[in-house]
């Protein structure tokens, strides 16, 4: 009894119950359609972008910062691959690299100025979401073909109709049934648990966001944690963009420009305290993947249509918020009486 | 001179008739939690008096004046204001009755102009306003520009504000809160005079102050507050610095100073110090000399404001050095940043242990390792969680710290429980030098005792303690030398004989020491 | 020099001199930028952005965000939309927008002030239920085909070729600035950004001056939709998506502090100028109007990193002199007694 009480004071329990929840009313609803495994990894490879990065703006929002220009790196990451391939004629994994790169250093950027000239994170993103996506926006406009219609053709599809080369990281299967992308967000998974949890580095981005003044009195270098927080979302935006590049088979400027809010939302319904010190990797992940379901579920087994999505999703990250504080309220008022 | 002010005081207050009582408190007692901050205090504030209210830190002061301005509803007692009686449920209703406080931080608008600041949630029309204001400003004969913005104002315009304020609500009862405690020299004389003014014109003031020269110098009554309670009242004329020095020394002084003597004299032999402190000047503090060796407990005391923080805190690399050399163990660890400085073997209890110290929604393990997550002994880049909570553990049992399980959040535990934990942090590092700010503020008898034991079981490993304390008798009990500060400079070096309550308090409020520096 | 310091204390002046300066070095380059008709067009050009930066200074005065505007935007740009379909008055599409701006404002109110919910997060929340709410009403296809009148109407001129929608919010702007200066509730806004504490000290309730900022922001932001409705003809399901954060970057543009109590109405209002001309002036200075989203974020990051500086200076050289005095106090003492 007791256990179980200790395991609902965890926000992943709870999360986890929701997601079987979720999962047992659409299997119910539409058990031959929605049991499909290759449907399911395939909506997660849809929206694996928000996964990926919501992994990584986890680090960010438990310093208690904010992290809204990923959304655009991915965006400026496809770009700078398409054009440095196609039109200036790179090996497609060194256009990779230098891509990856560039939006690294967007990261360090926008990290620098939060953390060592102290402005708010959410104007500084802001303000980098503009400009890294006008950046994405400049470098389109260096490759012959037109912005809108992004760049195309990547290597490599073999005749028999597999994908190998860079359009295997998009499209590939690793055992004929888990999409590589899956498996990339798998390791990541693996890796940003590890280094949150397991490392003297994660030990101190959750100290940081507990109590910066404290961190900084405990000899920990806080300013360059913080700004290696938004180094590691901007790497995490690249790898996203890769991936959806090589996905879709599409180097754009605006892909995933849309993407920021719903980023925010899985990282915060994942339990992570938007004031910081509090959260979790598997947090984050349950929560992604939740939504990722919900995407799935929703049209396939109540005929719901995907552009509608975002109603229930805002009103359940919204019933989670306020469910959240009013428990935190409860607790403060039964330890309120027990002093009495 | 002061005499003749406080006789001109004496003058002034025989015009009003005894029965213009403007405030009466009686019988107020505050507990806060288990700890009885007031214990029945009764105070009467009269037409054109200035009661100086003096009394140590933790006495109670402020929250007697928290209560008076309905801040904190008391447990029992009454309030009565002109005569009546009064329930000051919240600050509104003070501010109606006249009551007003300018608190010893000014709560300004600091993006806003003075007069901005001063007209904030007023009703009338804003020309009849500034009319009034601007007769107020005359009145209190301050040359400001009414534009300016509250960002830009010095601490004592800035009080000057929230004085105008009072005045603007017609406050008929203002409580000034250690007002002088950031002032200039000539601000405090500037100072004085609106004092005496608003003395003339009858308004009744509370003036909260550790600095006995001004009691002298400014107010018509004093009274002394020691643990919750008034202990000396009377006009001003019927004391002497001397008999005020007495009264806030603790009654059971005698006992102690016999208790102490059992503790195991330190002997500096021929050993090197461990810490010399040459010439050092920051912001807050200036020309600081002192040695500190293996083994000994440094006292550093004063009272808060006179710039021991700043010192120590400097020491640590959170603040710029101005001029001056700090050596550890001859190496010289000047202005280097706090990271080095903990790497070089120094470590630093804070003085506010909520802001600075605790990690409160972390475990008790990540809280007592928080300072060695730098160094080697926790795993080079993987976190060893069996070694730091081993650690954990071991101090917890060591400090005798009652915790439930390691993994709680250190915010469920008492503070002297919390204290421990950030000492214990403190000891991780195994450093040469521990600086203890305030290392007993707010936390009960028990734990005081433990964190005594500590103290004394650190002196005899061979660490050397710097103890950073307003409290004279933990001072007295602990150190084995002492250097007292005032306004930032040392005023006074005490050994362990000559170490003494009274000598501590009255160097600490300013006055000589019986030994001064010899420079 | 007393007016140098009145200049600085005015942020709002220094985005409109920044403003003009733009608008001087585009003439420089091209000088057929600087004529009447171009700059009025500017103008004319950002009032739906206008309208949003105003409401949502509101918000951020207290210290508050709010990311929903875009999706109220949208609404009620959809549903004027299907008013003026059926050729409905424009008073009907007003009463609409209002009630919904007002509705969701509260809830976001409540939500913020009430229930502590951090303001990212709940407004973000209520976003996403609008959105989908938006494809609802919609039906997933874009509004459009509407009857003439209302898009006439948005591209009235009413004299000297301003048009009734720049001319109202002119004076709405004027209005709403002599009622945040002017008046003794109407600093409250910004005293509650400014320091919480301190405004409840004297008496002013935090929570209803935020919730009163979060309705007057729902209020804007349905207005700007029918604006949106009538200044394009139609609307489609993404319509607003992004604006909030062009609103919220012309609040920081026009000097408006995101960690409230700092800033004032006509900055917002210069500000939401500012965003939407940038994109006129590049065509003017032959440059690619994809120079816009570069061009604006250097130009908010260089702002705001200025600004963060130029601050922080401020307060650490403010807490040094008042340490430094404390050890001067000393010295007078001692001087004074020799």
């Known amino acids: 009894m007791k256990s179980i009480k200790g395991l609902l004071k965890h926000w992943e329990f709870i999360l986890l119950l929701l997601f079987v929840l979720e999962i047992g009313i659409f299997g119910v609803a539409n058990p031959a359609k929605f049991f499909r495994a290759s449907s399911i990894l395939a909506s997660v490879t849809n929206y694996i972008s928000v996964c990926i990065i919501a992994l990584f703006v986890t680090f960010v929002m438990i310093t208690g910062g904010i992290d809204i220009q990923a959304s655009a790196l991915i965006g400026l990451t496809s770009i700078c691959i398409g054009v440095l391939w196609s039109d200036v004629g790179l090996n497609i994994w060194t256009a990779v690299l230098l891509a990856m790169l560039l939006s690294t250093l967007c990261g360090a950027l926008s990290g620098y100025f939060i953390a060592y000239c102290g402005v708010q994170p ?98 920990i270098n806080s300013k360059l944690i913080v700004m290696s927080t938004y180094i590691l979302t901007s790497i995490g935006a690249s790898i996203a963009g890769v991936l959806l590049t090589a996905n879709i088979d599409s180097a754009k400027y605006d892909l995933g420009s849309t993407f920021t809010l719903s980023i925010i939302t899985a990282v915060v319904l994942g339990g992570t305290l938007s004031t910081g010190g509090k959260g979790s990797i598997l947090g984050t992940v349950l929560a992604s993947l939740m939504i990722c379901i919900m995407r799935y579920g929703l049209p396939l087994c109540f005929g719901i249509k995907t552009q509608s999505l975002d109603l229930p999703i805002g009103i359940m990250l919204l019933i989670v918020v306020i469910g959240r504080e009013l428990a935190k309220n409860k607790l403060i008022l039964q330890l309120f009486k027990r002093r009495k | 001179m002061k005499e003749t002010t406080a006789m001109d005081h004496e003058k002034d207050q025989a015009v009003p008739g005894l029965s213009n009582s403007l405030l009466s408190v009686k019988g107020i007692c505050k507990t806060f939690g288990s700890n009885a901050v007031l214990k029945g205090i009764d105070l009467d504030l009269r037409s054109g008096e200035v009661i100086a209210l003096i009394g140590g830190n933790g006495a109670g002061k402020s929250t007697l004046m928290k209560i008076i301005m309905g801040i904190y509803q008391a447990d029992s007692g009454e309030i009565y204001v002109a005569g009546e009686k009064t329930e000051l449920v919240n600050p509104s209703v003070a501010l109606s009755k006249g009551i007003y406080m300018v608190p010893q931080e000014p709560m300004l608008f600091p993006n806003m102009t003075v007069e901005e600041n001063v007209l904030m949630g007023f009703s009338e029309s804003s020309s009849e306003l500034k009319k009034r204001l601007s007769e107020k400003v005359k009145e209190l004969n301050w040359n400001v520009n009414l534009q300016r913005k509250a960002s830009t104002l010095s601490i004592a315009e800035q009080q000057l504000v929230e004085i105008l304020r009072g005045m603007m609500r017609e406050a008929r009862i203002l409580i000034l809160d250690e007002p002088t405690s950031a002032l200039t020299f000539d601000e405090v004389q500037s100072l004085f005079k609106v004092i005496r003014n608003f003395g003339k014109k009858g308004i009744g003031i509370i003036y909260i102050t550790h600095r006995l020269n001004e009691v002298f110098e400014i107010t018509t009554h004093v009274s002394i507050m020691k643990d919750g309670m008034i202990t000396v009242n009377g006009p001003v004329s019927d004391f002497t610095k001397e008999d005020l020095v007495n009264g806030l020394l603790p009654p059971n002084l005698e006992k102690k100073t016999e208790e102490r003597q059992e503790e195991k004299a330190f002997e500096r032999g021929n050993l090197d110090p461990v810490l010399v402190v040459d010439n050092l000047s920051g912001y807050g503090f200036s020309h600081i000399n002192f040695s500190l060796y293996p083994g000994e407990i440094l006292g550093i005391a004063g009272l808060v404001g006179a710039g021991r923080t700043e010192l120590v805190s400097t020491i640590y690399g959170r603040d710029q050095v101005l001029s001056g050399t700090v050596k550890l163990s001859g190496k010289d660890i000047t202005g280097l940043s706090t990271r080095k400085v903990l790497e070089a073997g120094i470590n630093y209890v804070p003085e506010d242990r909520h802001y600075q110290g605790l990690f409160k929604i972390s475990s008790i393990s990540a809280n007592t390792s928080s300072a060695l997550l730098n160094g080697p002994k926790l795993g080079r880049f993987f976190l060893n969680r069996k070694k730091e909570d081993e650690i954990a553990k071991s101090y917890a049992d060591d400090f005798r710290t009652k915790i439930v399980g390691l993994n709680d959040e250190i915010g469920s535990l008492s503070g002297g429980n919390q204290q421990k934990v950030i000492i214990a942090r403190s000891l991780s590092t195994s450093p040469k030098v521990v600086i203890l700010d305030e290392p007993t503020r707010g936390i009960d008898a028990a734990a005081r005792g433990d964190v005594y034991n500590i103290i004394h079981r650190l002196k005899r490993s061979g660490v050397a303690v710097l103890l950073v304390s307003s409290d004279m008798e933990e001072i007295e009990e602990l150190a084995d030398r002492a250097i007292i500060m005032f306004q930032g400079r040392i005023t006074g070096t005490f050994s362990r004989e000559e170490l003494t309550q009274d000598r501590l308090t009255s160097a600490s409020f300013g006055f000589k020491g019986e030994k001064e520096v010899s420079e | 020099m007393k007016y140098l310091n009145e200049l600085k204390k005015a942020r709002w002046l220094s985005s409109f001199l920044f403003l003009i300066a733009l608008f001087l070095v ?130 009235q001129v009413l004299f000297a070729e301003v048009t009734i929608y720049l001319a ?33 000290l004297v008496g002013i309730s935090v929570m209803k001056t935020k919730m009163l900022a979060y309705i007057i922001c729902g209020i804007f932001a349905g207005v700007a939709g029918v604006v949106f409705a009538s200044k394009y003809g139609q609307v489609n399901i993404v319509a607003g998506t992004g604006y909030e954060m062009s609103a919220i970057a012309a609040c920081v543009l026009g000097g408006i502090s995101l960690s409230g109590g700092l800033g004032n109405i006509l900055g917002a209002a210069f500000g939401a100028v500012i965003m939407s001309s940038v994109s006129r002036m590049l065509v003017f200075i032959h440059l690619p109007s994809n120079f816009n989203n570069t061009l604006t974020g250097v130009m908010l990051l260089i702002i705001v990193v200025a600004d963060a500086l130029v601050q922080r200076h401020a307060v650490e050289s403010a807490r040094r002199k008042r340490l430094l005095s404390r050890t001067a106090a000393f010295d007078a003492k001692v001087g004074g007694k020799k």
Do not use: W
């Open chain 1, 122 to 219: 959410m104007v500084v993103t802001l303000g980098g979401s503009l400009l890294y996506s006008g950046l994405a926006l400049l470098i389109s406009g260096l490759s012959k073909t037109p912005a809108y219609q992004g760049i195309s053709g990547f290597p490599a599809k073999a005749a028999n109709g597999s994908f190998t080369g860079f359009r295997f990281l998009g499209k590939g299967m690793l055992f004929g049934t888990i999409p590589v992308p899956v498996a990339i967000y798998a390791v990541l998974i693996l890796l940003c648990f590890v280094l949150l949890h397991r490392t003297k580095y994660g030990r101190k981005v959750f100290l940081i966001g507990v109590n910066p003044e404290a961190a900084e009195y405990s000899g």
């Open chain 3, 168 to 200: 109202i919010i002119v004076v709405i702007i004027a209005v709403i600035h002599l009622l945040l200066t002017k008046t003794k509730k109407g600093k409250y806004f910004i005293a509650v950004g400014d320091n919480p504490n301190g405004a409840t």
């Open chain 3, 26 to 155: 585009t003439g420089m380059v091209n000088p057929d930028f600087l004529t009447y008709s171009n700059i009025v067009t500017s103008f004319n050009g950002s009032v739906v952005f206008t309208l949003l930066a105003i409401g949502i200074a509101f918000v951020i005065m207290t210290g508050e965000i709010d990311v929903s505007i875009g999706a109220v935007m949208g609404l009620t740009a959809t549903i004027a939309g299907q008013i003026a379909k059926r050729n409905g008055s424009i008073l009907e599409m007003l009463v609409f927008a209002v009630l919904i701006g007002m509705l969701v404002g509260a809830m976001n109110g409540i939500g913020v002030s009430f229930f502590h919910v951090p303001s990212l997060i709940f407004t973000l929340g209520i976003n996403g239920a609008l959105r989908g709410l938006i494809y609802v009403v919609s039906g997933g296809k874009t509004t459009e085909n509407f009857a003439g009148a209302f898009t006439k109407i948005g591209n």
